[in-house]
């Protein structure tokens, strides 16, 4: 799911640590994330654009919005966090997703994203909305921005080659759910469940 996800100004929740090793006194935990799946065909156009690129994360995780970067989470808090989801989720309607054309955070970090043109500030209610948790409370180091990361980190001229080539992309789709990953030691993040969107 990066945008640092912080959502923002990074790749997304590829980017994800597992730190879950539980040591005595301590209890077990998970690393989440809350991303809008990409659907076809753009998906897995914007995915495989990605790993032409170089970007190893491409391997982690689909074209993705970030509405929550990775957040460790304790493993027994799941319940009250899919509840908070699932509240947020009936008090929000679908909307439509424009994205079009290409964007950077260049120079403050080597991404290139595809761009939110409409459905911006559905995407910021709703990643406020779900961070409001204080379960899902984490510090960010950059504003929410939502975008799709197509390169991360990888050489300058695959960040311009990216760039250019992407410079025309665009697609519109409803956007009627959102999705619960989690990382607990796999190499991809795992989708875990879908939340539909109004009541």
């Known amino acids: 799911m990066t945008s640092t996800v912080d959502g923002s100004a990074t790749g997304g929740m590829a980017r994800g640590v597992d730190r879950r090793g539980a040591t005595a006194g301590t209890a077990a935990t998970t690393q989440i994330g809350v991303a809008v799946d990409i659907p076809e065909p753009w998906g897995s156009l914007l995915t495989r654009r990605r790993a032409e690129a170089g970007d190893p994360l491409a391997a982690h995780i ?18 009250v966090v899919e509840a908070h989801l699932a509240a947020v989720a009936a008090a929000h309607l679908p909307f439509s997703l424009h994205l079009r054309g290409t ?28 961070s409001a948790a204080p379960e899902l409370h984490r510090e960010t180091r950059f ?57």
Do not use: N
Request: net charge negative.
């Open 62 to 79: 689909p074209a993705h919005v970030t509405l929550l970067g990775p957040t460790e989470i304790p493993v027994d808090a799941m319940p």
């Open 143 to 199: 504003p929410y921005h939502p975008h799709v990361t197509v390169a991360q980190d990888v050489a300058p001229e695959s960040l311009d080659r990216v760039y250019e080539d992407l410079a025309d992309f665009s697609a519109i789709f409803e956007v009627e759910a959102f999705t619960l990953f989690s990382h607990s030691g796999q190499i991809r993040w795992q989708p875990r469940r879908d939340f539909r969107l109004g009541p």
């Open 103 to 130: 964007g950077t955070f260049r120079p403050v970090t080597q991404v290139v994203f595809v761009a939110v043109a409409a459905g911006i500030s559905e995407c910021e209610l709703l990643a406020e909305a779900i």
